[in-house]
C-alpha cells in the first residue's frame, strides 16, 4: 500500500511539474546534419533519372532518402587552372519513410583531375563547397541550416558526396 501512495505521490509530482518541464513553445532545436549519398548522372547513354544526377543515401537521424540535383549555373575556368569551375545546383532530398524534403542550395568548385577535361562524358571530377538549407517539408517544414560537402566522381556513371553541417528545425 505504501508503495502505490509512493507511485502515485510521484505521478502527481511528475504531472504538476510537465508544464515546467515541456519545452517552451516556439523553441528550436539544433542537430547535427549528415548526409552521405551515392548519385548517377542523367547521362544520355545511361539515363537513369530526368535530373542533372539522381541519388541515394542516409540522412543520419532521419534515415534512408532520395536525391535529385538540377545544375543551375557553371562558370569558368577559374582564374589560374584550366580545369576548375564554379558550380551551383539545387538539390532536394526526400526520405523514403515518410516523403519529407529538404531543399538545399550548393555552391562549390568542381575540379577535373590531370587531361581529364578532354574525356569524355561521364568523367572524373572532385568537387567540394558549401550548402544553404532553402526549404523543407514534413519532418523538416521550417528547417534552416548550412554546412560543407565533399565529392568525388569516378570515371563512369558514379559520384559520392559527404555533406555535414547543421539542421535547425522548429
Known amino acids: ?37 551515392k548519385y548517377t548522372s542523367g547521362v544520355p547513354a545511361s539515363k537513369p533519372c530526368d535530373h542533372f544526377q539522381c541519388g541515394e543515401g542516409t540522412v543520419v537521424g532521419f534515415g534512408d532518402a532520395t536525391s535529385t540535383v538540377e545544375l543551375t549555373s557553371v562558370s569558368g575556368p577559374i582564374a589560374g587552372t584550366t580545369s576548375c569551375f564554379l558550380v551551383t545546383v539545387d538539390e532536394t532530398i526526400t526520405l523514403t519513410s515518410d516523403g519529407s524534403t529538404l531543399r538545399l542550395e550548393e555552391d562549390g568548385t568542381a575540379c577535373l583531375p590531370g587531361n581529364s577535361i578532354t574525356a569524355p562524358f561521364p568523367l572524373p571530377v572532385d568537387a567540394d563547397g558549401t550548402f544553404t538549407v532553402k526549404r523543407g517539408t514534413g519532418v523538416f517544414q521550417g528547417a534552416k541550416g548550412s554546412g560543407t560537402f565533399e565529392c568525388t566522381m569516378a570515371a563512369g556513371d558514379q559520384q559520392h558526396c559527404a555533406f555535414s553541417g547543421t539542421l535547425t528545425l522548429p
Open 1 to 37: 500500500m505504501r508503495r502505490a501512495v509512493a507511485i502515485a505521490g510521484i505521478t502527481i509530482l511528475v504531472s504538476a511539474m510537465g508544464p515546467v518541464l515541456a519545452p517552451a513553445a516556439g523553441a528550436k532545436t539544433t542537430v547535427a546534419f549528415q548526409f552521405t549519398v
